[in-house]
């Protein structure tokens, strides 16, 4: 099937001033009928979100189907909450405000219509399995995050899950990994709700479909979902798929959504809402962010274009102001028990351009990050999540910072001035940006962050790095995760990572490790095989000096990885595999030994390694690295109600 292809450029234009006529007769005749439903329910102080709001099941797509012996730190599915962070915002606002003409959404709204309580985010568990019997749910409980997709947590899917939420509108995550489940998420909802509509993100999307603002052309990789789609190896399960920057586009897709659905059945055709975001995309005023909406109807595929006005990541709302904290990190304990603990990001993207990582800004696509005017906005966000309950904080950013070591330092100091205003208050609690925080949470706050052997060591003046870690570890950081990959100078020296080459690079990891070690941090790493270069030799030298440095605790754990492909890197490219990736194939066995290793299938790891090479990784690192490396699997998805 070849799509016919038609792009909408209205949403790249500047909004118009005023609605047009027809449309405010629409909103008119809309908002009087739901006010007639509202009223027909005899003063029942529910009715009015009851028959406004319609419901949401917001997935996160797991890149597993067991979770035996995996090597994993699952933790929570901030991809998900951050791309839902302003849409959500906006309903919640709309439910607050109630029938306000002026409120986001005049009418009909997505069903995330009251945030999380303080004694409910308290008391949930790990688990990203929610309750999904409640009537009125709380916006964290239209998540589903089972960790791992097989037949036993389908089965619950469909009988308990989509049994009790019925959504109208399905939102799936899918990094490349995962692609393959959210393929089948998606089949199994249209199975069993074929009016519901699916739209599909994530990093896989951002990875494989492209606008090309210079040419006004679309570009989709080989392993896209909309490519895969015209060639037939998979169904045509997906309504809408959003890439780039979704924050304001998903918003966008929402409120269309919500225009286009019929207010006494509350449901709503993909071809509608494909009309209503072609006919009035010059009212919408506020788009942020560069990204790209498609809307797939038959043979016909649509695309919107969104590049109004740069993103400010400091303005979104935070990820976890919808949604509980349930990560446990173990590697921040305090009394034998592991501390519930927030992820954070200050950048969007890593400032290297590591040949084989998918997280790079020229991969991404643009480096954002909280300016220096931004401090006291980044400082307020982890108070908030220690109103949320948060124990322990870990910076999720590639290089914390982006690296900007004055950024770094200026943070901590006034970090270090809020634990001091802690330790000598002479009250239980502090009120800091107008949360009432309990002085025992601001000292007790651990946190850590990512930082890179360059970073610590290959500064222009060799004591910023150890300036930086010091008021780092005064400020509460107590673990960082620095990425080694390998310890054999001829594959490291192929990667963009050893930018200072006067010594050799085994030996600037130790520089990093001491270096951290005498400011009191403690450090893991990851470690991967499979890069340019590797060869026997190279993997046993880098098990043998990873072994040396576990030994003498330069390094407190190390988790060992195969390189993947991901659609979008350069490593990618340069092995000419883009065309040979398979993200889509469900039967595809996740099999040993590629499943001791996160995100390794068959079918997308380095074609520098044989099936025997893992296995030997495998077992060599497992005996050598001993409980040091991490292995700590995955606690088991709790299916309470199946």
Known sequence: MRFETIIHSDYEREPTAEIPADLTEILTRRREMLQRRIHSQN????????????????????????????????????????ALSYAVAQAVESHQRGLDPNSPYNDLCPGWGELPSREYRLSVEESGIRQYNALRPNTDQTV????????????????????????????????????????????????HLPGCIIVLGGRHADETCHYNHLTGTLDFSPTSPVTKIAEGAIQPVFDFIISGQGYYALDLLMKCIALAMEVETKTVRAADVIGTLSRFAPLF?????????????????????????????????SPYQAFAIRARF???????????????????????????????????????????????????????????????????????????????????????????????AQTPTLTLFGRDIPREAILGLVWGAQLTVDFIVSRNRPEEGLLALEKMREAGCTYLYVGIESMAE????????????????????????????????????????GLDGETPETIRETIDKVEELL?????????????????????????EMEARLDYHSLNLENRPPYSYFEEAFPSVVTRNLTEADIWNIHQQTRERWGVKRNANPMPPTILEDA
């Open 551 to 575: 030994a003498e605790d330069l390094l407190m754990i190390a988790s060992p990885n195969i390189l993947t492909y991901h659609p979008n890197t350069e490593i990618t490219r340069l092995h």
């Open 490 to 529: 001829a594959v490291i020296s192929r990667v963009h990572k050893n930018v200072n080459q006067k010594l050799p690079w085994d030996q600037r990891v130790r520089m990093a490790l001491g270096t951290a070690r005498y400011a009191g941090i403690r450090v893991g790493s990851s470690v991967l095989f």
């Open 330 to 424: 173990p590697v921040f304990e305090r009394g034998g028990r592991v501390l519930r603990t927030a992820h954070f990001m200050v950048t969007n993207s890593c400032p290297y351009h590591c040949y084989f990582c998918s997280e790079g800004s020229s991969v991404v696509g643009e480096f954002l990050s909280f300016k220096a005017g931004h401090l006291a906005r980044a400082l307020a966000r982890v108070v908030e999540y220690l109103d949320y309950g948060a124990e322990a904080i870990f910076f999720d950013d590639s290089l914390f910072w982006g690296g900007n070591v004055g950024h770094i330092i200026n943070f901590c100091k006034e970090w270090i001035r809020i634990r001091e205003m802690a330790l000598h």
């Open 285 to 317: 005023r506020d788009l942020r962010g560069h990204a790209l909406i498609l809307g797939l109807n038959g043979e016909t595929l649509h695309a919107w274009p969104l590049t109004r006005q740069k993103l400010n990541l400091a303005e979104l709302p």
């Open 43 to 82: 003063g029942d102080p529910n009715a009015a979100w009851r028959e406004r709001s319609f419901p949401v099941l917001s997935i996160l797509a797991p890149v597993m189907s067991t979770h035996e012996e995996k090597i994993e730190f699952p933790g929570d599915p901030m991809c998900l909450y951050s």
């Open 144 to 191: 589903f995050d089972p960790r791992v997709w097989n037949a036993r947590v389908k089965k619950y899917f469909v009988e308990v899950v989509l049994a009790h939420v019925q959504p109208r509108v399905v939102l799936i995550s899918a990094v490349s990994p995962a692609h393959r489940y959210a393929i089948d998420i998606a089949r199994t909802v249209r199975e």
